[in-house]
């Protein structure tokens, strides 16, 4: 069996990956020996961690500073990929904000289809075009959550991007299974990066699992090429079992929709 480097590698490309889950990720490829290409609009905290791994995996990287919003984005992204054997993609930038629906702003929901959206969807159009013409197997990794299970309120447009990715990845995964190109969505609950946390999330007597990005991470990593979509940690795949297997829909939204009300309202 090819090790994880022999199949998706010798580079691959992480977007959104300075902080958090992307920091997960691109740490936990490195430590797998692939080379980099790192995207992500925070500059200085890119620029430190690439240097970081570098120096402690040995690793090539290239970094691009980009806002994945850009009409360009996708453009840029192809560029700074040239003609290196990238194999593997991840996607993990997302924009998200806990606001009710109707105080955002039209700039701030063209950012949630600019970014959770269009340039996802266009980026893996063009990564698997490139793979497919250079007839090199690859793989395909997009983050969703599991907020994009049920709509949920607060968080509306986010909540519906992650719907699009999970659909995304599901058919994509049958396909490109014939060109060699392994597609998974994560489907992660709660995860304690710094997005999160700065959100304060107040529980009540029922706290979900917060998980740690490098969990995350790892886990998905390892199922990618076993699994369409995958859901990290017991409880919150047992969740996932209870709002979609036992509970009726609508049940199961007054539910999820209630905990969010008493998670964030507070605050608003």
């Known amino acids: 069996m090819p090790s994880f480097k022999e ?30 290409v790192m995207i992500d609009n925070q500059r200085e905290t890119l620029q430190k961690l690439a240097s970081e791994l570098e120096k402690e995996y040995s690793i090539q ?3 691009l500073h980009l806002d994945l919003g850009e009409k360009d984005a996708v453009k840029q992204i192809m560029a700074a990929i040239g003609q290196k054997d990238v194999r593997l993609l991840v996607y993990n930038a997302a ?55 049920i709509g949920m309120q ?12 999970w659909n995304l990845a599901e058919a994509l995964h049958h396909e490109l299974k014939p060109h060699s190109i392994d597609v998974m969505a994560c489907i992660a609950g709660a995860t304690a990066t710094p997005a999160y946390l700065k959100t304060n999330p107040k529980y009540g007597k029922l706290k979900p699992l917060v998980m740690k990005s490098a969990e995350v991470a790892d886990a998905a990593l390892n199922k990618l090429g076993k699994r ?11 969740n996932y079992f209870i709002l979609t297997r036992l509970i009726p829909r609508k049940a199961a939204a007054n ?14």
Do not use: C
């Open 228 to 238: 369409t979509l995958f859901i990290p940690g017991f409880s919150n795949r047992l």
């Open 154 to 165: 607060l968080v509306t447009p986010y909540s519906a991007s992650k719907a699009f990715t």
């Open 255 to 268: 539910m999820v929709n209630k905990m969010m009300g008493k998670m964030y309202l507070h605050h608003l």
């Open 61 to 63: 990287i290239v970094t």
């Open 95 to 149: 924009f998200s904000m806990i606001k009710p629906f109707t105080d955002l702003s039209e700039e701030e929901l063209d950012k949630f289809i600019e970014i959770n959206s269009r340039t996802q969807i266009r980026l893996v159009h063009a990564f698997s075009k490139k793979l497919i013409a250079g007839k090199r197997p690859g793989g395909i990794l997009l983050m969703s959550s599991l907020a994009g299970l």
């Open 7 to 36: 199949k998706y590698g010798p580079w691959a490309v992480v977007a959104g990956a300075a902080e958090g889950l992307g920091e997960a990720y691109s740490v936990s490829l490195a430590k797998k020996g692939l080379n980099l």
